[in-house]
């Protein structure tokens, strides 16, 4: 078949024919088409379907494993747990040693306390307790030192001199300090400064003399302390 289109002959076959009849068709106007109205091209615009923007979408981050908290409850109060252990323990042993320093401390004062009232015992009397003031004194030491008064009739002519005397006694300490403790005797090593002071029956004090005295303190396994001997009991290194 030739069709021929504004002074254009071409040559179409059936089906190509066809499909330019449905085109023309689909050109033309809406309405009844007028047999003396010019053909003219209708244009339909068909408009494209907008694209949306769209934001790709990040994949999503695993979720974040969260912490046994059973597991840290239980290391916290283990940690707690051990932590005070640690702290009772050490505060036990500062007390240990803190009472092992203040009951040494309270035995030297002990040493030096005996020796010092030995040496007042030995020369403090008034003439109404010379029998007082001499039993005081030896029922105070023990060892060498009581058995020399023990010896003969010591005790007792020790209370004469003091009447024949006719005079009171006084003896201040000065000082005393620890020299040695001997563990192994359980003895102790004191240096004591005294000054004694006798006063005649009309009350006229005489001169004052100093002594020096080292004195030797037992302890015995009861812990009671006494004096234990005498050393330099004029003076002397």
């Known amino acids: ?37 010019p053909r003219a091209a209708a244009q ?65 004062q002990e040493f030096v306390d005996t020796a010092s009232q030995t040496v007042v015992n030995m020369f403090s009397y008034t003439q109404d307790t010379i029998d007082d003031s001499v039993n005081r004194f030896v029922n105070g030491i023990s060892g060498p030192l009581r058995d020399m008064m023990s010896q003969g009739n010591n005790v007792e002519n020790l209370k004469a001199i003091f009447r024949d005397t006719n005079a009171s006694s006084e003896a201040v300490i000065n000082g005393a300090a620890l020299e040695k403790v001997d563990d192994t005797a359980d003895n102790a090593s004191v240096l004591v400064s005294v000054r004694v002071t006798v006063t005649n029956l009309d009350g006229v004090n005489s001169p004052s003399k100093p002594y020096r005295l080292r004195v030797i303190v037992h302890e015995d396994d009861n812990g009671h302390m006494t004096g234990y001997d005498l050393k330099y009991p004029d003076g002397g290194n």
Not at 7 to 15: A, Y
């Open 1 to 37: 078949m030739t069709v021929t289109t504004s002074g254009e002959s071409t040559s179409e076959t059936p089906g190509s024919a066809r499909k330019a009849a449905a085109r023309r068709r689909a050109s033309r106007a809406a309405g009844p088409a007028s047999p003396d109205a």
């Open 44 to 108: 339909v615009v068909v408009d494209s379907p907008s694209v949306a923007h769209v934001r790709p979408v990040k994949p999503l981050a695993p979720p974040r494993r969260q912490p046994h908290r059973m597991l840290v409850a239980g290391l916290a109060l283990g940690i707690t747990a051990v932590l005070v252990a640690a702290l009772a323990g050490v505060v036990a042993i500062l007390s240990t040693q803190q009472h092992h320093a203040s009951a040494a401390n309270a035995r030297d």
